[in-house]
């Protein structure tokens, strides 16, 4: 199954259950911590620990040849710039809201 004459279900499939994976992973983790007590999460999280990362990248440099092969400058804008913006987005927004906590804990230095 296609989506695309280019695109490849399974890839798109895959590389998705692997975000889920890392996103699962994240907010378990978070608030297990917040909480003090495990879940029944971390058990599927264990378990995929070893392979959710490296599959992901492993299944991303399938087509890699497609997409170096393009101009440097688009290469720049739909890889490079495009991911950056979104983390700068990311990380102001998780300062935003981080800030005022280690403010609190540590100073106005702690949070230089």
Request: charged share 15%; proline share 4%.
């Amino acid at each position: 199954m296609a989506f695309g004459p280019d695109r490849f279900a399974w890839v798109d499939y895959a590389k998705g259950i692997c975000i889920v994976l890392v996103v699962m992973m994240h907010s378990t983790l978070g608030v297990e911590q917040a909480t003090g007590e495990s879940s029944c999460m971390g058990a599927l999280l264990a378990f995929a620990k070893p392979f959710r990362v490296p599959d992901f990248f492993l299944i991303s440099g399938l087509f890699l040849a497609q997409v170096i092969d393009r101009p440097w400058r688009a290469y720049l804008d739909t890889r490079v710039v495009h991911f950056a913006y979104f983390y700068a987005h990311w990380v102001t927004i998780q300062f935003a809201f981080k800030a005022p906590q280690i403010a609190a804990d540590r100073g106005l230095a702690g949070v230089a």
